[in-house]
């Protein structure tokens, strides 16, 4: 198979997966080996998170903007009636520092875990966790975050440092353990997806070396696949889990992990 047709079932796999609670980074180790795909490593996951995060931003453009413009009312323009804007700012910091603060301290203790077995483990700790909130996914009413929830939910994600562990679906499990509605989790944690996936991508910039393992035509072909997938896939996931199926991503993980573990073995 030619290396730019490997490169754009990458791009799918990861835009795919990424809005998904199933672990974009998990498929694409598995999907690496499957297609020995070359030069997989920890920038080519960054560079992909990258391209899901425009399409990220394209769907939250509305949200972001009036988070930017009320914080600039309350904080230049001392405007009290942004003030909601202003604290939802500071629960999305919260939520971000400590994925971000571990993630940065020990991104080469988490990149050791970029194995097929690691993968399939972490796949059906995914699996179980989306299982033990299915309940609560249906039944959570409670549509105001506090710092605390916040925090809860930053804690839980540094889980989905490890491939394999999904971020959105750790971010689904701390808030669904705090009582969070299921819709108002998901702007919240694809909210903190965005600066966690920027700060990523900026890191990276300064590794020089890392473009250099790396042709531009396949990375662009992975690009942009990874974009327009990664829009779509959301807009499915939104519809699918208003109707409270989200223990079938949890039937999932647990196939793919086996899948991967199967892999590993033979």
């Known amino acids: 198979m030619v290396e730019w ?17 199933i672990s974009s980074s998990g498929h694409m180790v598995i999907t690496q080996y499957f297609f020995d795909i070359p030069n997989m490593d920890y920038f080519l996951e ?10 990220i931003v394209i769907l939250f453009r509305e949200r972001i903007m009036k988070l930017i413009v009320g914080n600039y009312q309350y904080i230049i323009k001392r405007n009290k009636e942004y003030r909601d804007d202003f604290d939802y700012a500071i629960l999305i910091v919260i939520g971000v520092i400590p994925a971000a603060l571990i993630g940065f301290l020990f991104i080469s203790f988490f990149e050791g875990f970029l194995t097929l077995l690691a993968v399939g483990i972490s796949l059906l700790i995914t699996g179980t966790f989306l299982f033990l909130v299915q309940k609560q996914s249906v039944e959570n009413t409670k549509t105001t975050m506090t710092k605390t929830d916040a925090l809860v939910v930053g804690l839980v ?12 679906g750790s971010t689904f499990v701390g808030g669904l353990f705090r009582k969070i509605k299921f819709e108002t989790l998901i702007e919240f944690s694809f909210m903190l997806y ?11 910039l300064f590794k020089v070396d890392s473009f250099r393992n790396h042709n531009v035509f396949p990375l662009a072909v992975a690009f942009i696949a990874t974009l327009i997938s990664t829009y779509f896939a959301f807009k499915w996931f939104v519809h699918l889990v208003k ?16 899948f991967a573990i199967i892999l590993y073995l033979i």
């Not at 199926?245 to 992990?257: D, E, P, Q, S, T």
């Open 5 to 21: 047709l490997k490169f754009l079932i990458l791009g799918l796999v990861q835009g795919i997966t990424e809005p998904l609670p």
């Open 243 to 258: 109707q409270g199926n989200l223990k079938y991503f949890g039937v999932y993980c647990y196939c793919a992990g086996v």
């Open 157 to 168: 994600q540094i889980l989905a440092l490890f491939p394999g562990i999904s971020r959105s």
């Open 194 to 204: 965005i600066p966690i996936s920027l700060s990523g991508m900026i890191y990276e």
């Open 46 to 55: 960054i560079f992909l998170h990258f391209a899901s995060l425009i399409a």
